[in-house]
């Protein structure tokens, strides 16, 4: 199955500012998606990534607080922008890998807000 | 909207029984259906897929069957070890829009 490169892998950020999370496919893969994972919750979807179009958000997601670059269709960024201590969460972006793998994830972004 | 629901959150068994993990969803037009498994503060790793035109799906020790007329998953875990303490997760796939929708997820520790 193809493997997902998630960057950096936690980081501990001050409110205010914003964090941009990078995910490479080492394959070429038409949609990519982006959840949060708030502690001891599962995972809920943020936004779908697609290659060539603006991203499609979630109910309760809105563009200005979580724009997403796909500029090409091995690579998505995430940024969450000027963040509060609420945004303290694991982000983990995914994509489905085909060949009758499913859906594969990076291994996530655990970020903390001060 | 598609929903996901596990039962239950939380199981604790002794080391050498076989257990069952539920999942149930509400929309029966799936593509497939994944089972994950998640350990404390670590990514995702995916255990089964079963495509919508299968029944069940083995890897090792582990079980996993779809029943779409009836909306629900079982994961089988057959001579649990304590290795096997984690967080499962299942997900299933939109026929329509693709979007992989999570249940709660069932946290298991098995003891010694």
């Known amino acids: 199955s193809a493997v997902i490169s998630q960057k950096p892998s936690r980081d501990i950020c001050q409110r205010g500012t914003s964090l941009t999370i990078q995910c490479q496919v080492d394959?070429?893969?038409?949609?990519m998606f982006w959840y949060r994972q708030q502690p001891g919750q599962s995972l809920t979807l943020i936004a779908t990534?697609?290659?060539?179009?603006?991203?499609?958000?979630e109910s309760g997601f809105v563009i200005d607080k979580f724009p997403i670059s796909r500029p090409n269709l091995t690579f998505s960024t995430l940024t969450v922008s000027n963040m509060s201590p609420e945004d303290s969460s694991i982000y983990l972006c995914?994509?489905?890998?085909?060949?009758?793998?499913?859906?594969?994830f990076g291994s996530g972004t655990r970020l903390t807000v001060v | 909207k598609q929903e996901v629901t596990q039962i239950p959150a939380a199981l604790s068994v002794p080391e050498g029984e076989n257990l069952v993990l539920n999942c149930s969803f509400t929309?029966?037009?799936?593509?497939?259906l994944q089972w994950f498994r998640q350990d404390p503060g670590k990514g995702l790793t995916s255990l089964l897929l079963?495509?919508?035109?299968?029944r069940e799906q083995t890897s090792g020790r582990l079980n996993a069957s779809l029943d779409k007329s009836s909306g629900r998953s079982t994961l089988y875990i057959a001579a649990s070890q304590p290795g096997d303490s984690a967080t499962y997760l299942c997900?299933?796939?939109?026929?329509?829009?693709?979007?992989?929708?999570f249940g709660q997820g069932t946290t298991l520790q098995v003891k010694p």
């Open positions: 990534a697609n290659q060539g179009s603006e991203a499609t958000y």
């Open positions: 079963i495509q919508s035109s299968q």
């Open positions: 997900a299933a796939v939109s026929g329509n829009t693709g979007k992989l929708i």
């Open positions: 929309d029966s037009a799936i593509y497939n």
């Open positions: 995914s994509a489905p890998t085909g060949g009758g793998y499913g859906y594969t």
């Open positions: 394959s070429q893969v038409t949609m």
